[in-house]
């Protein structure tokens, strides 16, 4: 019930402001060759920077707000670093990059994309269509690996 409430409210969110927009990444893992896999932490930041480089480079500073707990401690600010490089050589922009890591308990922000990756879950992984195809139509879905 919790699910069908959030992507009928997440739904109707995003249809009463057109500035909010949604955007899922899924890796279909059993298709990720050995030697991607064996470093999740560098596919992880190649999937964010697939997603979000494009929108990033249209703002002149960006803040990133992952929960602590998605952060693998010897990474330390790689996907800080290496985002940042992207933006600045490969799309020839100004734009700054902040990292501000927030306890998912505490952030709503972190809440709602954990509610919405539980959407996509289920519809990748449990076959449940019924709550994803509500919200849908408004997140724009990118795939990896799915062949």
């Excluded at 927009?21 to 899924?26: V, W």
């Excluded at 964010?48 to 330390?76: C, E, N, Q, W, Y």
């Excluded at 306890?103 to 990748?124: K, N």
Aim: glycine share 4%; hydrophobic share 35%; with cysteine.
């Amino acid at each position: 019930m919790a699910r069908a409430e959030f992507a009928s409210r997440a739904r109707h969110m995003c249809d009463r402001n057109s500035s909010v927009s949604l955007r899922t990444i899924t890796v279909k893992k059993t298709n990720v060759q050995d030697h991607i896999a064996s470093d999740s932490n560098k596919l992880y930041n190649y999937m964010i920077k697939l997603m979000l480089l494009d929108f990033m480079a249209t703002h002149d500073h960006v803040t990133l707000v992952p929960d602590p707990r998605s952060i693998k401690v010897k990474s330390g600010n790689s996907l800080r670093d290496y985002l940042q490089t992207e933006l600045w050589f490969t799309k020839e922009v100004k734009t700054a990059i902040s990292i501000c890591p927030q306890d998912s308990q505490l952030c709503l922000g972190i809440q709602f994309t954990d509610m919405l990756s539980g959407l996509v879950r289920c519809h990748y992984e449990d076959g449940e269509h019924q709550n994803f195809n509500i919200l849908c139509p408004r997140i724009a879905l990118s795939r990896l690996f799915f062949g």
